[in-house]
Structures are given as structure tokens and as C-alpha cells.
């Protein structure tokens, strides 16, 4: 195993670690819809989204997991032929965390709990914020320039 494949792991396991525990914690100590102002302009609130990105595809449970588990394997699958590209570890682990954390309540309880809330912007969580530095991230190891001749 390269050691790409085991810093990817190990991000993928403490986005999944950070994510469910958050979401665990929220569960318990807030009713649905409660409110916990942590910061001025950040509020703990305790919301379900049965779809992706501002309640997009909602309803659509099935659907949104079938194409999450396909963007899921074409990752896999581009990372493993271009797993000597600089840095295109982070990004994969990023997004497998992100991905599988959110993927696991919506099988679990066919909804996604979402909690982090700030003014202007739907609520979010652990998994939504690794999902979208990992899009930030695919960019850059993207463009940073030609993979390694040596195995990483």
C-alpha cells in the first residue's frame, strides 16, 4: 500500500470520525429545531435534510445514494490511476469522508442532520464542510502540475 492510500485512509476516517460524532452529539443535546447561539453570527440548530445542497433532490433518498456511491467509485477509481499526483490524497479523503458521512445517516435514518447554522446560508455540518474543502482541494492538486515519477 502506498503511503498516498494511507493518508488518504486516514483523512477519509477523521472526517468520518469528526462528522458522525458531531452529528451524535447535536442529536442528543438539542430537540429538532432548538437553538444554541455558540459564536454572535453562529447558532447550533438541530435541522434534517432529506435532500443534498439546500434541500436539492429532496425526497429522493435512493437516488441521491446511488449517485453518491457512482461519484464515490470514479474518485476511487481516478485516484488509484493517478495516485502518484502530488496532494491528491487530501482531496479523495476529503470527499470519501464527506461523502460516507452523510451517505450513512441517509441509509440510517433516510435524512441528513445538518447543525452548524450561519446568517444568509442553510444549515450544514462536519461532512458538508469536508466535501466542499475537498472540491477546493481536487482543484488545486489538479492544477499543481505533473504526478511523480516515484511511488509515493
Known amino acids: ?3 498516498a492510500w494511507g493518508r488518504a485512509g486516514l483523512v477519509l476516517l477523521a472526517v468520518l470520525l469528526c462528522d458522525q460524532v458531531s452529528k451524535a452529539l447535536v442529536v442528543a443535546g ?3 429545531g432548538d437553538r444554541d447561539g455558540v459564536f454572535p453570527g453562529i447558532e447550533l440548530v438541530y435541522v434534517r435534510n432529506r435532500g443534498i ?24 477509481v ?7 499526483r502530488p496532494w ?13 458521512g452523510n451517505m450513512l445517516d441517509r441509509i440510517r ?17 462536519v461532512a458538508d464542510m469536508a466535501i466542499t474543502a475537498g472540491v477546493v482541494t481536487l482543484l488545486f492538486a489538479l ?10
Open 143 to 152: 492544477e499543481a502540475g505533473p504526478p511523480r515519477d516515484q511511488p509515493d
Open 53 to 76: 445542497a439546500f434541500g436539492f433532490l429532496e425526497g429522493r433518498g435512493a437516488l441521491l445514494t446511488g449517485l453518491t456511491a457512482v461519484a464515490l467509485v470514479l474518485l476511487v
Open 109 to 125: 435514518d433516510g435524512s441528513v442532520v445538518d447543525f452548524i447554522d450561519i446568517p444568509l446560508w442553510p444549515a450544514f455540518n
Open 88 to 100: 491528491l490524497w487530501l482531496p479523495t479523503g476529503l470527499l470519501l469522508g464527506g461523502a460516507l
Open 1 to 3: 500500500m502506498s503511503r
Open 30 to 32: 438539542l430537540d429538532r
Open 78 to 84: 481516478y485516484f488509484a490511476l493517478h495516485v502518484n
